[in-house]
């Protein structure tokens, strides 16, 4: 099979979901669309306008808001590309900006949380998590990477699988093909220490005791959700294979 899979920040590499993909056999092709760069000869770095040729699709995460996307074309190009692959019964994941992006181009809304959410945060997974064919048997209270402060409404009929106190939108399901996932399973460890440093600029800190407590959190937490990232992507992308033989 042949994923696609859209970086939207050169920071947000498809990290443990890449090397999953590629550990079962399958294509991936990396675009990065917002600066018009291709990992794939075969293709040019902009969204495709079509499904045809990919077998699913991963959107990950990004610095920017959709809030702003006047200064992003790849945003509404991104969107309807989601929406496309929805009709082609393709699937589809969407991480953090990503996630928020498969919201809003199914009616959804997005908008500022208010607040940071940062670091290995555990998840709340709701019942529906247990019946859904991603999602069922994680960990209770599994800690996961976030970095973002957008959030999203769900549109009408996406199901919630997980939720946090502080910030309700996290995993869900719309139809039977679309995955959200506000958190970050796919980061590797040389990304996540990059974050460490990224964050400090931001907050304006001395980096050194982020990226000593981003070494703590690594030897604590990145092996489980490593591990739980790659389950998932398993069962992605037999999702795919699925959607393909019954296309």
């Not at 699709?57 to 809030?67: D, K, N, Q, R, T």
């Not at 959410?117 to 991603?134: C, N, S």
């Not at 460890?189 to 000593?212: F, G």
């Amino acid at each position: 099979m042949r994923i696609l899979f859209l970086m939207n920040d050169e920071g947000s590499p498809p990290g443990v979901l890449l090397e999953e993909t590629q550990a079962q056999g399958h294509r991936p092709s990396v675009l990065v669309p917002y600066k018009d760069i291709s990992h794939d000869l075969e293709l040019p770095g902009s969204v495709p306008t079509s499904p045809d040729g990919f077998d699913g699709l991963v959107v990950l995460g990004g610095a920017m808001s959709i809030l702003d996307e006047a200064d992003y074309p790849f945003v509404d190009q991104t969107r309807q590309l989601l929406r496309a692959f929805n009709v082609a019964r393709k699937p589809v994941m969407g991480v953090c900006f990503g996630a928020q992006l498969l919201a809003d181009a199914h009616g959804g809304g997005v908008k500022p949380l208010g607040h940071t959410e940062w670091g290995f945060l555990p998840q709340t997974w709701l019942p529906t998590a247990q019946e859904d064919i991603l999602l069922k048997d994680s960990p209770p209270d599994l800690p996961l990477m976030q970095w973002h402060g957008d959030t999203f409404d769900l549109p009408d009929g996406a199901v919630p699988l997980s939720t946090r106190p502080d910030c309700p939108g996290q995993a869900f399901r719309i139809g039977d093909l679309n995955w959200g996932l506000q958190f970050h399973l796919e980061l590797d460890q040389p990304t996540l220490m990059n974050w460490a440093k990224l964050h400090a600029a931001e907050l304006k800190d001395e980096p050194a005791p982020h990226i000593a407590q981003m070494e703590k959190d690594v030897a604590t937490y990145h092996k489980p959700q490593a591990g739980f990232a790659r389950t998932v992507m398993r069962r992605w992308l037999a999702v795919c294979e699925e959607a393909k033989a019954a296309r």
